[in-house]
């Protein structure tokens, strides 16, 4: 047997350096907000969450699409995530036209990809409410003691209970803060459609 010669391992380490250099540049760009706001039909989402309570972090800087929808800490979970929402986005975009699709529909295979541990990166004490001033309610407790398995066990991850805090697609009575969250919105569309 024939061992390989020291110029082919160089070429193939080179090669290699070359493929992961590029991967992650890939990875990097197309994990910006700007990225996904090159498709017309993701501005929406953003005039939607630059209304909503999800506008900026707790240390006053703008959310991007990233910090909630790419989960962070598994690099193989991370890829998946990347992957399939790429291939779908691209798709959506490719074949159907923007008044077709049913974003009321599409919202819950989208919530499947919002990772709990990027809400908890922000929402690290779910004792406190999101402004970190007040305990949360009675009702909050015991959701929040069943989803930490003190209470029984839930299977639902935090978007799951809290849905419609960055994205409005249909308004929803239910949900505290909505009301105003489509006010501002509802403002903020009739401003853009002045210009």
């Known amino acids: 047997m024939q061992c390989p010669?020291?110029?082919?391992l160089k070429i193939a380490g080179i090669v290699l350096g070359v493929c992961f250099v590029l991967g992650a540049t890939g990875v990097h760009l197309s994990s910006q907000t700007s990225f996904c706001l090159s498709c017309h039909e993701m501005r929406i989402y953003q005039q939607e969450q630059m209304c909503s309570a999800h506008a900026k972090d707790a240390k006053g800087q703008e959310i991007g699409c990233a910090q909630c929808h790419i989960p962070k800490g598994n690099v193989i979970r991370m890829l998946a995530a990347k992957g399939w929402m790429g291939i779908k986005d691209l798709w959506v975009h490719t074949f159907y036209p923007e008044e077709e699709l049913?974003?009321?529909v599409m919202q819950p295979i989208a919530r499947r990809f919002t990772d709990d541990a990027n809400c908890?990166?922000?929402?690290q004490?779910?004792?406190r409410n999101a402004k970190n001033d007040a305990p949360i309610s009675v009702e909050g407790k015991l959701a929040h003691a069943n989803y930490l398995g003190s209470n029984g066990q839930s299977r639902s991850g935090c978007v799951g209970c809290h849905q419609n805090l960055a994205h409005l697609p249909v308004f929803d009575a239910r949900i505290p803060g909505n009301e105003d969250f489509a006010k501002k919105l509802q403002q903020s569309m009739q401003v853009a459609t002045k210009k």
Do not use: E, I, P
């Open 5 to 8: 010669s020291v110029r082919a």
């Open 102 to 104: 049913d974003r009321y």
């Open 120 to 123: 908890k990166a922000c929402h």
């Open 125 to 127: 004490n779910l004792q």
